[in-house]
């Protein structure tokens, strides 16, 4: 189960917005360590409520003891706006106090452990993922297929990828040997841009799988033994970085 709580942020040259944050808590008191998890871009749904995906990674997240906290970050447009539009019209400088926000918002629960809170997304999260990395104070950083790394988001706003020497964790990643959004030559690139800044990762590359490979509700893309390879992966990185700290 979930709760949501409600936090405003201000962007540059934005009006002040308020934002949905769902909470997914662990069995016991905790203090527990916490996560960020950054949504993907499901067809159709017009909020995380609606996002069967991410509520179910959530839960799953919070199954294996940590407290996570999924902010919507799409609340600049309308809840029943094209996410298309959504997409293109996005910014890294409107992400980052979203971001910001979710972490203060994170920090502030009694039951989480500052010092030990990760950040995670699949596909567009994974970008997102990797921003936050870059602009907060995170433990690690787990990306699934991250796209568009290598491009810039918004007017004046640098690539994500040339903000590698900012991120201050490790980094696991997961991808599909078959994908094109990144492809293995981007996944090559954002590790040597890891490497070059110094940051610890460890890249997973599944034959077999392409883009979206977690995700079980579209059959055409869910990959379910890579998955769950992934997931035993993605938990014991985290495991080890965030419980062991």
Not at 47 to 52: H, K, L, P, Q, Y
Not at 101 to 130: E, F, K, N
Request: hydrophobic letters at 45%; one cysteine or more.
């Amino acid at each position: 189960m979930y709760e949501v709580q409600t936090v405003t942020v201000r962007a540059p040259d934005a009006e002040p917005s308020d934002m949905e944050v769902f909470l997914f808590r662990p069995e016991g008191d905790g203090p527990h360590p916490g996560l960020i998890l950054a949504q993907h871009i499901p067809v159709g749904h017009t909020g995380i409520e609606n996002d069967t995906f991410t509520l179910a990674a959530g839960e799953r997240f919070a199954a294996a003891g940590f407290l996570v906290a999924a902010p919507f970050i799409f609340h600049w447009w309308p809840k029943d706006a094209e996410m298309a539009d959504k997409a293109r019209a996005s910014r890294d400088d409107w992400t980052v106090p979203d971001l910001q926000a979710t972490w203060s918002l994170l920090c502030a629960q009694p039951d989480v452990i500052a010092s030990r809170i990760g950040i995670v997304g699949h596909c567009w999260g994974g970008r997102v993922a990797w921003l936050g990395a870059a602009y907060l104070d995170v433990a690690a950083c787990a990306i699934f297929y991250g796209g568009r790394i290598k491009l810039a988001l918004g007017e004046g706003n640098p690539p994500a990828i040339t903000l590698a020497d900012r991120i201050r964790c490790p980094v696991a990643g997961f991808f599909g040997n078959e994908d094109q959004n990144p492809s293995p030559q981007d996944v090559d690139d954002l590790s040597l841009a890891l490497t070059a800044a110094g940051v610890a990762h460890t890249f997973h590359r599944y034959d077999g799988a392409g883009h979206a490979f977690q995700n079980f509700p579209n059959p055409d893309r869910y990959r379910e033994a890579q998955s769950e390879e992934a997931w035993t992966r993605v938990i014991d990185f985290f495991t080890g970085t965030l419980k062991a700290a």
